[in-house]
């Protein structure tokens, strides 16, 4: 099973701050298949970034992505209010066929 | 406007069956894989199931393998998720997902409580 390991759990930042919040694969992820959501309280999850550094649709340019192999990154270059909120990266391709990190909240200082 | 509703989330004893439903709308469901995914009370993601498009075949995560199916009515553009024998740690938030390599759209989710 491909254990995906997100940090730090817990952020605390401001609006205007710079953010990359990690996901670190227990064996290496094909850079096609490894996603971001974020999720905000009472709503689904959203896609953000899909095969490691595309957005999806409608998603603001200040999010971005990059990385390879175990190692990738979420990064927000200027927080809004709106930001605040849970992400989630998630792989496809090992055993189980998809699995998700625990979450990183990012919540306002 | 894409959307996906889901509905058949209840109260279920320990044991007890569920069927719930996913109806979609705004894209083509027939070429398309879905999936559902578990969100338990103050908890992460988890997946539980996925379907492919036309073939329908099917995966399964282990911990509901064997007591969950999914499935899928094309023409009605709806999915399925027949649960039985469930368990309390069943109790979540059910969500259903276009999915690929990943899931593209969402729907709100309905809630599947677990409890004598």
């Known amino acids: 099973e491909i254990v995906l390991t997100q940090s730090p759990g817990i952020l605390s930042l401001s609006p205007g701050e710079r953010v990359t919040l990690s996901c670190r694969a227990s064996q290496s992820v094909s850079s096609s298949y490894l996603a971001w959501y974020q999720q905000k309280p009472g709503q689904p999850p959203r896609l953000l970034v899909y095969?490691?550094?595309s957005r999806a649709t409608g998603i603001p340019d200040r999010f971005s992505g990059s990385g390879s192999g175990t190692d990738f990154t979420l990064t927000i270059s200027k927080l809004e209010p709106e930001d605040f909120a849970v992400y989630y990266c998630?792989?496809?391709?090992?055993?189980?066929?998809?699995?998700f990190g625990q979450g990183t909240k990012l919540e306002i200082k | 406007e894409v959307q996906l509703l889901e509905s058949g989330g209840d109260l279920v004893q320990p044991g007890g069956s569920l069927r719930l439903s996913c109806v979609v709308s705004g894209f083509s469901f027939s070429s398309y894989g879905m999936s559902w995914v578990r969100q338990a009370p103050g908890k992460g993601l988890e997946w539980v199931a996925s379907i492919s498009a036309s073939v329908g075949r099917t995966e399964y995560a282990d911990s509901v393998k064997g007591r969950f199916t999914i499935s899928r009515d094309n023409a009605k553009k709806t999915l399925y998720l027949q649960m039985n024998d469930v368990r309390a740690d069943d109790t979540a938030i059910y969500y259903c997902a276009k999915s690929g390599v990943y899931f593209q759209y969402w729907g709100q989710g309905t809630p599947v409580t677990v409890s004598s």
């Open positions: 095969a490691t550094s």
């Open positions: 998630q792989q496809y391709g090992g055993s189980p066929s998809y699995t």
